[in-house]
């Protein structure tokens, strides 16, 4: 420790290996961060594009009763569809956490029935 009271290089080289370690450091911490939530972005793209996909469908169900027709309820058939893909894709339900009693399971099994049984084209 004397060396590091008197000599200037030895300091330097001290805070130069302190200040490399706390950037390994950060290095590792972000890229933990990153790994952990890489499905997360694409999960909320993914809700956020549901949500869209819905506004879509409405404003094609209400051109489809204003001026009924093939061209309009194809468009409907398309995006309800379209819908049902995205709902069960991987990058949504690969998100979630895999346990069954998780809350986001329960409100995704609740979104999927709903569409299933009352808002689904038959």
Same mark, same amino acid.
């Given at each position: ?16 290996? $302190? %200040? ?11 890229? #933990? *961060?990153? &790994?952990?939530? +890489?499905?997360?972005?694409? $999960? %909320? ?11 879509? #469908? *409405?404003? &094609?169900?209400? +051109? ?59």
């Amino acid at each position: 420790m004397k060396l590091l009271r008197h000599s200037l290089v030895a300091r330097i080289i001290a805070s130069l290996l $302190a %200040i490399s370690a706390m950037a390994l450091i950060s290095i590792v911490v972000t890229m #933990i *961060v990153a &790994a952990h939530s +890489r499905g997360d972005a694409a $999960a %909320i793209n993914m809700a956020g594009s549901l949500r869209m996909n819905t506004y879509q #469908i *409405v404003s &094609a169900l209400q +051109r489809y009763e204003q001026q009924p027709g093939a061209g309009e309820r194809s468009r409907v058939s398309e995006l309800a569809e379209r819908f049902e893909q995205r709902l069960v894709s991987a990058e949504l339900t690969g998100a979630m956490p895999q346990a069954q009693e998780h809350s986001l399971q329960r409100q995704h099994r609740l979104i999927q029935s709903r569409w299933e049984q009352d808002l689904a084209l038959r």
